[in-house]
């Protein structure tokens, strides 16, 4: 699912004047680990940051420095899916956290660094869906409840990217019969060409509070 939104938004983003470098990688092997030579722990994002800054680079660039600013000036959407509540067992999450089917994309947050997600890269996702009109819902894992993960962790602190964790609201997760709202889809695919057109102006925002 979140493959399909990237790439329907990539293709559908616009590179007129657009002042980033937009980019999707698809991972392999993600529920068994991520630990192999196509899964988020290979050094396939480091890679790819490191040979478009070379690219960008004069002949008396220092190409390492300039590979260490990209870093920091990166920004990752790390798309997974998300628990919807099932209407025969709500009391499984918490109160206030109770993503629906057809309400919009999730923010995932988790104290332990379970997910990638802090308050200021889930200021950029708020503030894009607040742009174009495009709703929201945030999840917090019960703190009695085991809580999965996603490749965020995985590749912000091996890059050191800022990364928001986010996802589609589904039903029976990893079983035979996921489902999931089909406006969701849609909605989704909106949020992600929204970031590939307008990151950077909202990261200028960002950084003009600090």
Do not use: W
């Not at 007129?16 to 980019?23: G, I, L």
């Not at 999450?93 to 993503?99: L, Q, Y």
């Not at 890059?159 to 996802?167: A, P």
């Not at 709202?181 to 970031?195: D, P």
């Amino acid at each position: 699912m979140s493959c399909f939104q990237g790439m329907e938004a990539l293709v559908a983003a616009s590179t007129d004047k657009v002042p980033h470098v937009q980019a999707l990688v698809c991972f392999d092997n993600e529920e068994v680990g991520s630990n192999s030579a196509h899964g988020a722990a290979c050094p396939m994002v480091e890679e790819l940051v490191s040979r478009v800054t070379r690219v960008f680079a004069g002949k008396d660039d220092n190409a390492d420095e300039l590979n260490k600013f990209a870093i920091r000036r990166s920004f990752m959407l790390s798309a997974d899916m998300a628990h919807a509540v099932h209407p025969s067992y709500p009391e499984k999450h918490e109160s206030e956290h109770r993503p629906s089917m057809h309400g919009g994309p999730v923010i995932k947050y988790n104290a332990n660094q379970r997910y990638a997600t802090t308050a200021p890269t889930a200021y950029m996702l708020k503030e894009l869906a607040r742009r174009h009109d495009i709703p929201l819902q945030e999840f917090v894992v019960r703190n009695d409840s085991a809580c999965g993960s996603t490749i965020g962790p995985i590749l912000s602190s091996r890059t050191g990217i800022r990364t928001v964790d986010l996802g589609c609201p589904q039903l029976a997760m990893h079983s035979i019969r996921e489902c999931c709202g089909t406006t969701t889809v849609g909605q989704g695919v909106a949020l992600y060409r929204a970031f590939f057109n307008e990151f950077s102006d909202v990261d200028a925002e960002l950084q003009a509070m600090n």
